[in-house]
Nanobody
Framework: QVQLVESGGGLVQPGGSLRLSCVASGFTFGGSSMSWVRQGPGKGLEWVSSIPSDGSKTYYADSVKGRFTISRDNAKNTLYLQLNSLKSEDPAVYYC??????????????WGKGTLVTVSS
């Protein structure tokens, strides 16, 4: 049974930081590229970042480049997203998903249930 379980969301002030985690099970995590996708209130799904199976490269949407960092620990079957310098446009439910290095939502086949990030003073 495939499971992706996100955690680490919460309420943070503008300019603050959070670290999201996603624990994977039921598939070969170490052989899979992984992504983070978010959905803001009243908005569609937005690709945030992706990382290949070996973690050798990272890819980011322009809206988060320089502020967010994706990483992974294959020994722990865990994907991370470090969110720094959070802005008013960052609040969303953040999902981890398997695939797609090009950020194609339709290319991501397994999804978690998401973790909510709220930015407010």
């Amino acid at each position: 049974q495939v499971q992706l379980v996100e955690s680490g969301g919460g309420l943070v002030q503008p300019g603050g930081s959070l670290r999201l985690s996603c624990v994977a099970s039921g598939f070969t995590f170490g052989g899979s590229s992984m992504s983070w996708v978010r959905q803001g209130p009243g908005k569609g799904l937005e690709w945030v970042s992706s990382i290949p199976s070996d973690g050798s490269k990272t890819y980011y949407a322009d809206s988060v480049k320089g502020r967010f960092t994706i990483s992974r620990d294959n020994a722990k079957n865990t994907l991370y997203l470090q969110l720094n310098s959070l802005k008013s446009e960052d609040p969303a439910v953040y999902y981890c998903a398997r695939g797609d290095l090009l950020g194609r939502i339709y290319g991501m086949d397994y999804w978690g249930k998401g973790t909510l990030v709220t930015v407010s003073s």
